[in-house]
C-alpha cells in the first residue's frame, strides 16, 4: 500500500517561489508515475503536473506551464513540484497522487486526469497573495 504526504504548502507574494514535496512511503514508489492535482472551493480538480516513474518525462497544464516544474528523487522516494512566477490564481489545496504505471502509454491526457490515480495524499494548502 503506497501512502503520500504533501509538505511545503504555505504564503507566498505574487511572483515569488515555493517548493511543494510529497514523500512516499510504502511499495511501489518506483513503479509509479506521480502527479500534482489542484482544488479550489466550488471547482473540480484539476491536473497541474505529471512524471513518469522513470523521472524523463514530464507534462504540465498550460496554466502552469513554463513556470512549474515536477521531479522526483527515487532513492529519497519523493516528488517535488517547484513553482516558480507564482500568480493568484495558483491558490488552492494541492494533492500529490500516484498510480503504478508498468504497462500502457503515459501520455499528458493521463498525467492530468484523475481517475488515472488510485493514491492520494492528504493535501497541502498554497495561498498567493498580491
Known amino acids: 500500500q503506497l501512502q503520500l504526504a ?45 512524471i513518469y516513474r522513470a523521472g524523463d518525462i514530464t507534462f504540465y497544464a498550460d496554466s502552469v506551464k513554463g513556470r512549474f516544474t515536477a521531479s522526483r528523487d527515487d532513492a529519497k522516494a519523493t516528488f517535488y513540484l517547484q513553482m516558480n512566477s507564482a500568480q493568484l490564481e495558483d ?11 508498468l504497462t500502457g502509454t503515459w501520455d ?13 495524499g492528504q493535501g497541502t494548502q498554497v495561498t498567493v497573495s498580491s
Open 108 to 120: 499528458r491526457a493521463r498525467a492530468l486526469n484523475r481517475d488515472d490515480y488510485n493514491y492520494w
Open 6 to 50: 504533501e509538505s511545503g504548502g504555505g504564503s507566498v507574494q505574487a511572483g515569488g517561489s515555493l517548493r511543494l514535496s510529497c514523500v512516499a512511503s510504502g511499495l511501489p514508489y518506483i513503479s509509479s508515475c506521480m502527479g500534482w492535482f489542484r482544488q479550489t472551493p466550488g471547482k473540480d480538480l484539476e491536473g497541474v503536473a505529471g
Open 91 to 101: 491558490t488552492a489545496m494541492y494533492y500529490c497522487a500516484a498510480v503504478v504505471c
